[in-house]
């Protein structure tokens, strides 16, 4: 089994920046991609940022030049620093990790979401 524990959510004024962290253990492989998805209220869950064990990072285009995704390999943990926030970016943020366990089974596990709120 795969746990990742999310932390780093919050209440901010707009303008304000937070950071979220994503720490993922349990019977993992290897790791292909981590990444943040986003729900609104009423709405469906969306990419934020995702960065692959190799390539480029991929951002919406809401949040591309604010928000900024990194990880770190060795602790298998993802980061998203948000800077300029503004009251659109007021959702549950879930972080994702894709990639293979133990026995090579593919793995798509969801943390269990941190609430971001900004306030105008």
């Known amino acids: 089994q795969v746990q990742l524990v999310e932390s780093g959510g919050g209440l901010v004024q707009a303008g304000g920046s937070l950071r979220l962290s994503c720490a993922a253990s349990g019977s993992i492989r290897s790791i292909n991609a981590m990444g943040w998805y986003r729900q609104a209220p009423g709405k469906q869950r969306d990419l934020v940022a995702t960065l692959p064990s190799a390539g480029s990072p991929n951002y919406a285009d809401s949040v591309k030049g604010r928000f900024t995704i990194s990880r770190d390999n060795a602790k298998k943990t993802v980061y998203l620093q948000m800077n300029n926030l503004n009251p659109e970016d007021t959702a549950v943020y879930y972080c994702?990790?894709?990639?293979?366990?133990?026995?090579?089974?593919?793995?798509?596990?969801w943390g269990q979401g941190t609430q971001v709120t900004v306030s105008s």
């Open positions: 994702n990790v894709k990639g293979k366990d133990l026995w090579y089974r593919d793995i798509d596990t």
